[in-house]
């Protein structure tokens, strides 16, 4: 029983850290090309999954099963014009339920979307989800 309750206290310090962390983030930048592309206002906060467990067994990574507590690889943002109109302009279809999102300066890969939403690396499910990859953006404080 006292596993469990600090095992749940443990999640709630991360959660905490993860909250603090954002909340002083001002801005994504893109990696290659340093523009601007997402202020805080347009992020899409959601609860922390149970890490590993969440997924189906077939996708469990087997060596980091045990680890319960992953902060999220990825920010989800709200649609954004220019990531609509992004779509638009290399030539996919309206009606197109998921794809990359691209810089509108460089051109460079930046994340994915899907209207029917895609579960976060730390087991969640975000619906509609656009996100963007922590590891092509540079966070501005």
């Given at each position: 029983?006292?596993?469990?309750?600090?095992?749940?206290?443990?999640?709630?310090?991360?959660?905490?850290?993860?909250?603090?962390?954002?909340?002083r983030l001002v801005?994504?930048?893109?990696?290659?090309?340093?523009?601007?592309?997402?202020?805080?206002?347009?992020?899409?906060?959601?609860?922390?999954?149970?890490?590993?467990?969440?997924?189906?067994?077939?996708?469990?990574?087997?060596l980091?099963?045990?680890?319960?507590?992953?902060?999220?690889?990825?920010?989800f943002?709200?649609?954004?014009?220019?990531?609509?109109?992004?779509?638009?302009?290399?030539?996919?279809?309206?009606?197109e339920?998921?794809?990359k999102?691209?810089?509108?300066?460089?051109?460079?890969?930046?994340?994915?979307?899907?209207?029917?939403?895609?579960?976060?690396?730390?087991?969640?499910?975000?619906?509609?989800?656009?996100?963007?990859?922590?590891?092509?953006?540079?966070?501005?404080?």
């Amino acid at each position: 029983m006292t596993d469990a309750k600090e095992e749940i206290e443990e999640l709630l310090e991360l959660k905490q850290e993860t909250t603090e962390t954002t909340s002083r983030l001002v801005a994504l930048k893109c990696k290659k090309c340093r523009r601007t592309l997402i202020s805080t206002e347009n992020f899409v906060t959601h609860t922390q999954g149970s890490g590993q467990n969440a997924f189906s067994y077939k996708k469990r990574d087997n060596l980091y099963t045990s680890i319960s507590k992953s902060s999220c690889s990825s920010y989800f943002v709200e649609p954004l014009d220019w990531i609509l109109r992004g779509k638009e302009q290399n030539d996919k279809e309206e009606g197109e339920l998921d794809g990359k999102i691209k810089c509108p300066k460089c051109n460079a890969k930046l994340g994915n979307y899907s209207w029917a939403g895609m579960q976060c690396s730390c087991g969640t499910w975000v619906t509609p989800s656009f996100a963007i990859h922590r590891e092509k953006v540079d966070e501005v404080y």
